[in-house]
Each structure stands twice: as C-alpha cells, then as structure tokens.
C-alpha cells in the first residue's frame, strides 16, 4: 500500500516544521533545507513550525538553539512562540511507551551496540541504517532472565513483523521501506528520536515534512508507529543533500559551511541566500529574503541529484 497526504486533502493549508537538533551551528545543508520547508508551507499560505530536537542532553544548548534561530532570521525565517523542545515532554513519550507495552507491542532488548553491529554485518543481515536482527525478540523466560541479572538496564523496542512500507515521496518518488524492531525507549531511559519525532509530528498538527533524504529509509518506521498509534500520515518531502566539492557530505572539514564562517570570509547572508535560490532552481535575482523567493518556488524545478557548494565557500580544495 502506498500512503500519501491525501487524507489532508490537496488544498489544504500545509503545516511544516524545521526541526533541528541544537547540538552546534546550522549548516548550509540544514539551512537550505529549511529554505525549502518555509517555501513549501509558505507557498499555500501554510505555516512553518520550529521543533528542537534535544533529546541528546549531553550535546544540545540553549546557545546552539539561539544561534540557530538567528541564522534562520538572518534569510528570513522567524517562528512564532509555539517552539517545542522534545526534552520537555519526556513524560509524554513514556505514557505512549506504556500504552504499547500494555498492549504486548514492546519488549526488553540487553544488546550491546558491539552485538548489534555484528548481527547486522551477518549475511542477509537487514539493509536499512542500524536495522535490529530480532536477537531478543523471542528471548526464553530463562534467557530474559539471565539477562537481566546481568544488571545492564534494557532498552524497550518495538515488535515488528518487518513489514513494508511505500513512502509516497514528493522529490524522491515512491520509496520502498523495510522496517525493523526499532528501540522506543533507549536502556538510559530516554525517549528514540523515532518515536519523539512521530508523536511530536502528530500533537503539532504537521501535514508535510521536508527534510534531508538521508532520512527518507527510516520513514516506513515512522508509517508504521502513525499507523499503531492512529495519527494520520503526513506528505514527505525528502531533498537531495548539500556536498562538498568532493562529492562527499557537507561536513566541518569542509571549511565555512555555517553563515558565521561564511561572513568572516566576507560572503554575507544575501549573497549565501542568492546562492541557495539558484540552487532550488529559483530564478529571483538577489533575494533579500525567503519572502522574495515565495512566488516562482516550485518543487518540480528543486533538482532532483545533492547540491554541491561553490569552491570558494571551501577552505580545503580537492582537484578531481
Ligand atoms: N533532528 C533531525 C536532524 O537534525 C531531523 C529529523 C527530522 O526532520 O525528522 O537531523
């Protein structure tokens, strides 16, 4: 079955959301995909929601959160007061825990991560990123209770029949998905991303998701828990991402890939914002903001392959 937002019907007012992680600077590759978020739901008068994902306490800050809220007002971009921050509904995420568990749907996993990673190099061994082999899925009382005399807390994960899922992708086109017995409740008791995210996604009211395509094989997970939980399935929007002249993953050796290095190598934010329209496909001549990029945005014209940077944004050059 393919599941696309058509429950939210074709007009309907889009509600989005940007939802980075605080844990350092935005980069080019976040801000970009933000850029097309905002147009995405601003387009059709929608409205884009501002989600900090913190749930890494050790590495989120309330600096980061700042920093990354001016560079997103620096090209344009400013949210109302309804910010979330997932580490404030902690309390929310274990009831849903608790509601799956008292429905039998959950169990205790005690693998390591070592453990997981060998299971998952065994031949026909599942694809998608940091997939689950079952190990303790149908783990024996004596087993499970061996386990747990071992004093390592387990992490709880959901029991899946490793179904799959279509995502209905609006850039990416119809993806296949595999999913597997994903962790809910990590052995530290902190919530899993992928549950905050669909329960957050949910209580928001999101109907369309724009974000990197690295994520676009983890989302039959999120179908999935949409479907366990009865929360409606929103539009997906997976962009191509940003690499470096390399070809590689924009990341920090890279060079100036945030709009503060960006600035003190004399590239301004309008100049950073002329670049990212060009790269959307816009054809809007020195942008002064998003706003301006609103009325030729189209999605059909968004290339389809990852957007590499100009040369002259890198400090490290590479000659192929
Ligand atoms: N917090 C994730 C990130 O910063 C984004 C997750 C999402 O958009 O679903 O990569």
Not at 8 to 19: D, H, L, S
Not at 71 to 100: H, K, P
Not at 209 to 219: C, E, H, M, P
Request: net charge negative; charged share 25%; aromatic share 6%.
């Amino acid at each position: 079955m393919v599941y696309s937002a058509a429950q939210f019907g074709e007009n309907a007012k889009v509600i989005g959301r940007f939802a980075p992680s605080p844990t350092g600077p935005l980069h080019i590759g976040n801000l970009r995909t933000a850029v097309i978020a905002w147009l995405c739901a601003h387009q059709r008068d929608g409205e884009l929601l501002l989600r900090f994902e913190d749930l890494d306490r050790a590495n989120s800050k309330s600096e980061h959160e700042a920093r990354q809220i001016n560079d997103l007002a620096q090209l344009g971009m400013t949210f109302g007061s309804n910010v979330i921050r997932q580490s404030e509904r902690f309390d929310l995420y274990r009831e849903i825990v608790e509601g799956l568990r008292q429905q039998d749907l959950m169990y205790p996993c005690y693998c390591t991560r070592r453990e997981i990673l060998e299971s998952i190099q065994a031949p026909h061994g599942p694809t998608i990123e940091g997939a689950y082999a079952g190990t303790c899925r149908n783990l024996s009382a004596r087993d499970r209770s061996e386990r747990e005399q071992s004093g390592r807390p387990p992490a709880w994960r959901l029991r899946t029949n490793n179904e799959t899922y279509v995502v209905d992708d609006l850039v990416a086109g119809p993806t296949i998905t595999v999913i597997d017995d994903m962790v809910l409740l990590r052995n530290d008791g902190v919530p899993a991303y992928n549950l905050a995210v669909v329960v957050d996604d949910a209580e928001q009211g999101v109907t369309q998701i724009v974000r990197g395509d690295d994520l676009l094989l983890g989302t039959g997970r999120h179908i999935h828990l949409q479907k366990l939980l009865g929360y409606p399935t929103p539009q997906y929007v997976h962009v191509p991402l940003v690499v470096g002249q390399d070809r590689e993953r924009l990341a920090k050796r890279h060079g100036a890939v945030t709009l503060e290095e960006l600035g003190q190598r004399g590239i301004g934010s309008q100049e950073v914002l002329g670049e990212l329209a060009r790269s959307i496909g816009s054809q809007i001549e020195r942008p002064q903001s998003v706003n301006d990029l609103r009325t030729d945005f189209s999605l059909e014209r968004l290339p389809r392959s990852p957007w590499t940077i100009p040369a002259d944004w890198q400090t490290v050059h590479h000659d192929n």
